[in-house]
């Protein structure tokens, strides 16, 4: 089981803030896709992902008890 936490306005879009799913020997980018099944309406076209607390790449692989974050560009002043 993998942990997906969303931040920003993904949260809101999403309407959660964190759920669990079965995407173990999955790559980064297949659970993109499932985010873009899962969830339609989202952009997700500028979204990192940090798996475990590090921006992970497109080919790296979640093992069970992973955690995902999935973070929109942000600005600040």
Avoid: C
Avoid at 28 to 43: G, I, M, Q
């Amino acid at each position: 089981m993998i942990t997906l936490y969303y931040f920003a306005g993904l949260r809101e879009a999403t309407g959660t803030a964190q759920e669990q799913a079965e995407l173990e020997g999955r790559t980064v980018d297949e659970l993109l896709d499932w985010v873009r099944h899962k969830y339609p309406h989202l952009s997700l076209d500028a979204v990192r992902v940090a798996v475990n607390e590090e921006y992970a790449l497109p080919d790296d692989r979640l093992r069970s008890g992973d955690t995902a974050a999935l973070i929109p560009p942000v600005s600040g002043g």
